[in-house]
């Protein structure tokens, strides 16, 4: 078998021996940047995914010392969808963000939201970020990241800080 494979190949025409050779170079690229394009996707899940597995060890400690969470996870569930909402496409309506922040009651309610909200994933505009969107049109796993990556994307350092002082005011330490 191996034999007629070689004397196949030797039998081809110049051009076509060339495009054997690119052709199958193309596919051993390709399926390594595939292979390479996957474990950098799992690696950046599993780092995005750090601060909400922070937050529950967290949120496991503040409960033992009494600290209890003061809403039901369906409740965190519609904070989580209203920051999205507030956040995601084009432009963000910072007042929906306060406003849905301004929920959380005690440091344990952020650790849960923290926790809750794990990986969520960014729509980008398609009027400002036309090639961002096409990519996201084709995989709209592209653009995602945790609580404070949205935060951190979304909102200006004034706008993080007016959210970490109304925390504050509720005696909240936690600061994104």
Request: glycine share 6%; aromatic share 10%.
């Amino acid at each position: 078998m191996e034999n007629k494979v070689f004397q196949y190949y030797n039998d081809l025409p110049p051009w076509a021996k060339g495009a054997v050779v690119v052709g199958g170079l193309t596919v051993a690229i390709l399926t390594a940047r595939g292979i390479v394009k996957r474990f950098r996707e799992k690696k950046e899940l599993e780092d995005a995914l750090q601060e909400s597995n922070d937050a529950n060890n967290e949120l496991q400690q503040l409960q033992q010392s009494g600290i209890r969470l003061t809403m039901s996870n369906s409740e965190f569930q519609s904070i989580i969808s209203g920051l999205v909402i507030a956040m995601n496409g084009c432009g963000t309506d910072e007042d929906a963000v306060y406003n849905e922040i301004s929920k959380l009651k005690n440091e344990a309610d952020v650790k849960q939201l923290i926790n809750m909200w794990g990986v969520q994933y960014y729509e980008p505009c398609a009027a400002s970020q036309p090639i961002s969107y096409t990519r996201w049109m084709w995989n709209d796993k592209t653009f995602g990241g945790s609580i404070s990556a949205w935060l951190n994307y979304d909102l200006s350092t004034s706008e993080i800080n007016k959210i970490n002082v109304m925390l504050q005011s509720k005696g909240i330490k936690h600061k994104f």
